[in-house]
């Protein structure tokens, strides 16, 4: 008796077992083609998500099938929205996203939003800087050293896809 009642139950568990489907992908900045780190994205109707890794790389399982509306989320950009992304039940949706960063730095514009000049504009140059040490020290009348301005501003690491590009050196802005 306890052998039929065990099989009744599992057929009964089976029938109302609701068929699921994965979302996974990639995301990548449409600009740069790098991926998209650290963000994450959302099944707005479920409140279900996953973590974006550090490659651009997600996963979200087990959704119901139908069509879903994914709200994706990067550090210091709007959010934006992928509307009709259709889930079949026991299969992987793979989507590759290029996301278009609207981005408020631009490389081509170089002159000083505050000052609107060029003269005191240096370029922000991000990542390990290397200085070669091969020239002589300029000294004045006096004999002290004369010290170089830079020709550059060292902005660390890039880590939004959207860093400045550009110093002011007159209204100490970057932008």
């Given at each position: 008796m306890k052998f039929a009642i065990l099989i009744f139950f599992l057929i009964f568990l089976n029938l109302n077992a609701i068929p699921t489907g994965t979302i996974k992908g990639e995301i990548y900045y449409s600009n740069s083609k790098l991926p998209v780190r650290y963000g994450t994205i959302?099944?707005?109707?479920?409140?279900?998500?996953?973590?974006?890794?550090?490659?651009?790389?997600?996963?979200?399982?087990?959704?119901?099938?139908?069509?879903?509306?994914?709200?994706?989320?990067?550090?210091?950009?709007?959010?934006?929205?992928?509307?009709?992304?259709?889930?079949?039940?026991?299969?992987?949706?793979?989507?590759?996203?290029?996301?278009?960063?609207?981005?408020?730095?631009?490389?081509?514009?170089?002159?000083c939003p505050v000052c609107k000049k060029i003269d005191k504009v240096i370029p922000i140059v991000y990542g390990l800087i290397v200085f070669e040490n091969d020239k002589t020290d300029t000294t004045d009348n006096s004999g002290s050293i004369i010290e170089e301005e830079q020709s550059f501003k060292m902005g660390g690491c890039n880590v939004t896809g959207c860093d400045p590009f550009w110093y002011c050196r007159r209204d100490s802005i970057s932008f």
């Open positions: 959302e099944i707005k109707s479920l409140k279900k998500g996953s973590y974006i890794d550090s490659i651009g790389n997600f996963e979200i399982k087990n959704i119901e099938a139908g069509v879903y509306d994914l709200k994706l989320h990067v550090n210091y950009f709007d959010d934006s929205t992928l509307n009709n992304i259709r889930v079949n039940s026991d299969s992987v949706t793979d989507l590759k996203i290029s996301f278009v960063s609207n981005c408020q730095y631009s490389r081509s514009d170089s002159i």
